[in-house]
């Protein structure tokens, strides 16, 4: 594989960055975002919903978990 085919970055890729950016945003530490953000069978709008609604994230990740 070359260097420039490595740094394309597919969709799904993308998606997951995302996602991972939209629970650090919401309060989540990057060590479980990155694991929720893979997660694509957690919904991430009831994620950060949580997080919203007063439920503090480390509590919140153990609930989706």
């Known amino acids: ?5 490595a740094l ?3 969709e799904h890729e993308r998606v997951e ?3 991972a950016e939209e629970l650090l945003r919401a ?3 990057p ?5 929720l953000a893979a997660r694509f069978d ?3 709008h ?6 919203d609604r007063g439920c503090p994230p ?5 609930i989706l978990l």
């Open 17 to 19: 960055r995302w996602r």
């Open 31 to 35: 060590a479980a975002a990155i694991e």
């Open 58 to 62: 480390e509590l919140a990740v153990k």
């Open 1 to 5: 594989m070359s260097a420039a085919a």
């Open 46 to 51: 009831a994620a950060t919903e949580l997080v």
């Open 27 to 29: 309060g989540f530490d």
């Open 42 to 44: 957690i919904d991430l």
């Open 8 to 10: 394309i970055e597919t």
